[in-house]
């Protein structure tokens, strides 16, 4: 089991800037990938940005050049830095952890934390 933590959301102005944390606890060893996602109001949840074990990142179009992703060699900690917000970027942001331990492959959601950029 992992359990998954989000934080750092808010309000923010266009071309602000905010940094988002996920915490994992539990059994972290059997986490593999990460990733961030987001759903914005009346959407369907997509994928923002993407990381694996040896940190190699991937993102959205709509991200790529605004939006780094990283973990932290302990394993536990995953970063979303957002910069020059636009108001379609207001979502909420969900933290997902990839798990394989054994015959066990399962993943692991937060349960988000709201950004939110006005105009």
């Known amino acids: 089991q992992v359990q998954l933590v989000e934080s750092g959301g808010g309000l923010v102005q266009t071309g602000g800037s905010l940094r988002l944390s996920c915490a994992a606890s539990?059994?972290?060893?059997?986490?593999?990938?990460m990733a961030w996602y987001r759903q914005g109001p009346g959407k369907q949840r997509e994928l923002v940005a993407h990381?694996?074990?040896?940190?190699?990142?991937a993102y959205a179009d709509s991200v790529k050049g605004r939006f780094t992703i990283s973990r932290d060699n302990t394993g536990n900690m995953l970063y979303l830095q957002m910069n020059s917000l636009k108001p379609e970027d207001t979502a909420v942001y969900y933290c997902?952890?990839?798990?394989?331990?054994?015959?066990?492959?399962?993943?692991?959601w937060g349960q988000g934390t709201q950004v939110t950029v006005s105009s």
């Open positions: 997902n952890a990839g798990y394989h331990s054994g015959y066990i492959f399962d993943e692991y």
């Open positions: 990381i694996t074990t040896r940190g190699r990142a």
């Open positions: 539990g059994d972290i060893f059997g986490i593999n990938a």
